[in-house]
Each structure stands twice: as C-alpha cells, then as structure tokens.
C-alpha cells in the first residue's frame, strides 16, 4: 500500500519515517522504516518487520526504546521523528 499523506502526530513514528536515535554514549543514527523489500542498509532504510522498528512504531520523540541484539538487550532515545 502506498502511503500518500503525512501522519496528523508527526512527532510519531509511523511507517515511512527517519528517526533519529541516540545511545547512552551518546552516538546518533538516523533510520527510515520500509517495506521488506526496500531496505537498504547503506542508506539507513530498516523493514518495518524488523525488530528496531516494531520498537520505535507509535513511539515519540524523547521516548527509550529497547532492542535485543547480539550483544543483548540495547536501549536508545528517540531524539528526532520526520517525514520527508
């Protein structure tokens, strides 16, 4: 489905978004949620059936979100939601 306009809340994560992410050392990262068959890792396009997203949708900004990874449990704060 493609999606034509802008969420109302755009402080909200929703497919199609950046979100800006920072660490607890303070590193930022910048991912856009896609379909499954868009990502891209280079350019920062994360699926939205992947786990770092189902944890930031519906999130806002200045909201911790955490994911299991390889390393264990990880947590990051949501510094920046845009639409572009």
């Known amino acids: 489905t493609v999606v034509g306009e802008l969420p109302g809340n755009r402080e909200?994560?929703?497919?199609g978004a950046w979100v800006t992410l920072e660490d607890a050392a303070?590193?930022?990262?910048?991912?856009r949620i896609v379909?499954?068959?868009e990502i891209d890792p280079q350019q920062g396009w994360i699926s939205i059936d992947s786990p770092m997203?189902?944890?930031l949708?519906?999130?806002?900004?200045?909201?911790?979100?955490?994911v299991v990874v390889p390393?264990?449990?990880a947590?990051?704060?949501?510094?920046d939601v845009r639409y572009e």
């Open 12 to 15: 909200r994560v929703f497919f």
């Open 26 to 31: 303070g590193e930022e990262s910048t991912f």
């Open 35 to 37: 379909g499954a068959d």
């Open 53 to 55: 997203a189902k944890a």
């Open 57 to 66: 949708l519906k999130k806002t900004i200045d909201e911790e979100i955490q």
């Open 71 to 73: 390393s264990g449990l």
């Open 75 to 79: 947590s990051w704060f949501i510094v």
